[in-house]
């Protein structure tokens, strides 16, 4: 068997960060050992200084920027501050004004608590704060942070599997690219298309971020319940593997009712185990592919698993700023053409004048628009992939990119379905299904065709 990894997760950045080290920390730049208050700034050539209760120890540290030095898995290893616990098991830290929901409708700041290592990293003029501790603790987190740690059993360990099968993926992924020295890139650039995917690789001083970019990390700030707990040791060290490889597993909140192919919201490879699925017993699927299917798709409430508004899922599913949101299986937005003029050029730097018309191009097989063609009287692109859509299209995001448009003189009405990319496990439909007595393992298989459950620590 395997040894527990640790991973690495890049908390917060900013030019000053306050924490307290609620025990005795020992600070790798003097090994002298440290407690209470502390503030971390950075100056302008990259040196970064940490204060304990107004006494100040200095690193000099330089700014790597996108070029780090890195170790063997990618991650950078020099140039750092680091603050151990004494006593690792008892210990932890408080990090304040975290913001959590970045570009999100329910972004705001908070203060959070961690256990495990605290490190401090220059870059590109910015100070960055890392968690580091082994998977199991930041799985119980993640577990507490991305849903109530009062769910249902069998829906905790599912999402316990997929956490961790996606972050071993994706620490096995930075390690081969790393070691083989390619050139890896999220962006397709023609002078009339425009094609970006967002994934864990921009994350080049740590393995994940904490924000759901990545997955939802707040560290032990979320009340743990022994449920949440249990259902990461009962299922420790297992993974889902497909043809020995562990999985990429992925999930979002409400898939509308299919799920989507991988491919189609990232990069250009196919997982077997990440194509598309009817939620719900009846596993006919219309080829939302097409226009004419997708709008009856849309403008229906299909019986799926995920097309609930019972009160008692959703309350163990969502936490409080989740459930802010009541439209997510279908929902509707109403956007002037001035407004999308006005974000296309805020965002991209793109001129497109005034917007003429929003033309579908290329959906996936859950109705997610991969390609969608602006047209306006100064410039005509066609963008992609879906997260690209829907934050060209809002000041934060759209719910999905699994959208009709109704045109009106001014102005076009998004009618969506479904929140989030819509692949792999869906939050909302995965509960219900434990709400219905299926156990973790009947969840996993109806979410990833073939994968395996294999234990490997």
Not at 234 to 243: A, K, N, P, R
Not at 249 to 262: P, Y
């Amino acid at each position: 068997m395997e040894k527990i990894p640790e991973i690495e997760i890049g908390i917060i950045s900013a030019g000053e960060i306050c924490f307290r080290l609620n025990a005795l920390y020992r600070l790798n730049t003097t090994e002298e050992i440290v407690s209470g208050e502390g503030r971390a700034i950075i100056s302008e050539n990259g040196e970064i200084s940490v204060f304990f209760n107004d006494s100040g120890i200095t690193a000099v540290v330089k700014d790597f920027g996108i070029t780090p030095t890195t170790n063997k898995t990618g991650l950078c290893d020099a140039g750092v501050v680091l603050l151990e616990p004494i006593d690792s098991e008892n210990a932890n830290f408080d990090l304040y004004d975290v913001v959590i929901g970045i570009q999100f409708h329910w972004e705001r700041k908070e203060n959070q608590r961690f256990k495990g290592k605290l490190k401090f990293i220059s870059d590109s003029g910015s100070l960055v704060a890392v968690n580091i501790l082994p998977v199991e603790d930041y799985l119980v987190s993640v577990i507490s942070s991305e849903m109530s740690a009062t769910s249902f059993p069998e829906f905790l360990k599912a999402h316990a599997v997929i956490s961790r099968s996606w972050l071993l993926a994706q620490k096995e992924k930075a390690s081969g690219l790393h070691q083989s020295g390619e050139a890896y890139s999220t962006v397709s650039e023609t002078t009339d298309s425009y094609c970006h995917w967002y994934d864990r690789e921009d994350h080049k001083l740590f393995d994940v971020c904490a924000d759901d970019h990545c997955q939802r990390y707040q560290g032990i700030t979320k009340v743990f319940t022994k449920i949440s707990e249990d259902a990461v040791r009962s299922t420790s060290g297992e993974v889902l593997t497909f043809q020995g490889n562990i999985c990429d597993a992925r999930f979002s909140k409400c898939c509308g009712g299919i799920t989507e192919n991988f491919e189609n919201n990232w990069e250009p490879v196919i997982h077997p185990y990440l194509t598309k699925v009817r939620d719900y017993t009846d596993n006919f699927i219309p080829d939302l592919t097409k226009e004419t299917e997708v709008e009856k798709w849309i403008r229906s409430a299909p019986e799926a698993f995920c097309n609930t508004n019972d009160k008692k899922v959703l309350s163990q599913v969502l936490n409080d700023f989740d459930q802010e949101t009541t439209t997510f299986f279908r929902w509707t937005v109403t956007i002037t053409k001035e407004q999308i003029s006005d974000l296309l050029l805020r965002k991209t730097g793109w001129d497109f004048g005034e917007i003429i018309d929003l033309i579908p191009i290329e959906r996936g097989y859950s109705g997610r628009l991969i390609r969608l063609k602006i047209v306006g009287t100064k410039k005509t692109m066609t963008i992609g992939k879906e997260l690209f859509i829907r934050k060209a299209l809002s000041e934060s995001h759209l719910y999905s990119s699994a959208f009709i448009i109704e045109k009106a003189p001014s102005s076009f009405t998004l009618i969506g379905a479904g929140w989030g990319h819509g692949s792999g496990l869906c939050q909302i439909g995965a509960a219900m299904m434990g709400e219905k007595g299926y156990n973790y393992k009947e969840i996993l298989a109806h979410y990833f065709n073939g994968a395996v459950l294999e234990k490997r620590y």
